[in-house]
């Protein structure tokens, strides 16, 4: 049977990149990011629930994310899940889920020197991923690149 492991998020950063290095000398940057998904209730009550998620990079991918992302920038990304285990200093066992990014896209165009943008504009339709996706020539067109934060879709726009 085949298997999947596949993500796909667009959020802000909830802080700034934490960029370390692995005893093998290679890049690792850690993101947390926010997803925010808003709809309207039954009883046309406006909805809002905000879903926090960590987030994991390496190589080059990860030195881009931290030279040019800052708390509170949108963020598109796709990834995979990786589950962690671990015993903490008492002996019990312990898990996190968190996502490891093979490829993410700036959301926003600001080339003003402030994180996030690519300078000389278009900043908003680079995307970066792992060399292995670069290889095989993989690309994907960028989200429209507006001023304006994402207005979400509310679920009644949706045709199915």
């Known amino acids: 049977m085949p298997n999947l492991n596949k993500v796909m998020l667009m959020g ?3 802080r700034d990149p934490e960029l370390r290095y ?3 000398n290679m ?10 998904r ?20 390496f190589g080059r991918t990860a030195e881009v994310i931290n030279e040019y992302l800052k ?9 995979r899940l990786k589950l962690d285990q671990w015993q903490d200093k008492e002996g019990n066992n312990r898990s996190k889920m968190k996502v490891i990014i093979e490829t993410f896209q700036f959301v926003d165009s600001r080339g ?6 690519s300078g000389g504009g278009g900043g908003g339709r680079r995307s970066y991923g792992d060399d292995s996706g670069a290889a095989r020539g993989r690309s994907r067109p960028a989200p429209a690149s507006t001023d304006e934060p994402h207005e979400p879709i509310d679920e009644d726009d949706i045709p199915f």
């Open 27 to 36: 890049p690792v940057v850690q993101i947390g990011m926010a997803i925010n």
């Open 38 to 57: 808003r709809w309207r209730s039954k009883e046309g009550e406006n909805q809002e629930e905000t879903t926090f998620v960590d987030c994991e990079a």
């Open 71 to 79: 708390k509170g920038r949108p963020l598109f990304i796709e990834g």
């Open 112 to 117: 003003d020197g402030d994180g996030g943008g």
């Open 22 to 24: 692995l005893p093998s």
């Open 12 to 14: 802000n950063l909830t």
